[in-house]
């Protein structure tokens, strides 16, 4: 079975990068339209950014149009999501998860999402 593994988060200042990966074993990647979600203290699952199976189409939130990139690497089996311009809202723990369709439907798979990687965006 398909599992996935979340890394590349940690501490930066407003303004910094970050770049999280996504990790698959058990399946290719490619077969799945990926999600990446996240989690804040207070606040509900927020969808920030989805790319299909077929690279047709990619998705980003609003808030992070512009700062924040979504893009596979077959080769390695994952997805990475470039962060740029961080700012202390984006301060969450991020998930990455399969699409519960083969396009970015806005439905994630339950229980597909890995351990998570925490990201902390502080002066």
């Known amino acids: 079975q398909l599992q996935l593994m979340e890394s590349g988060g940690g501490l930066v200042q407003p303004g910094g990068s970050l770049r999280l990966s996504c990790k698959a074993s058990g399946s290719p990647l490619g077969y799945h339209a990926i999600v990446w979600f996240r989690r804040a203290p207070g606040k509900d699952r927020e969808v920030i950014s989805c790319i299909s199976r077929t690279n047709s189409t990619k998705y980003y939130l609003d808030s992070v149009k512009g700062r924040f990139t979504i893009a596979r690497d077959d080769v390695r089996n994952t997805v990475i999501l470039q962060m740029n311009s961080l700012k202390s809202e984006d301060t969450a723990v991020y998930y990455c998860?399969?699409?519960?369709?083969?396009?970015?439907?806005?439905?994630?798979?339950?229980?597909?999402w890995g351990q998570g990687t925490q990201v902390t965006v502080s002066s």
């Open positions: 998860a399969t699409e519960t369709h083969d396009y970015c439907s806005g439905r994630v798979r339950p229980g597909s």
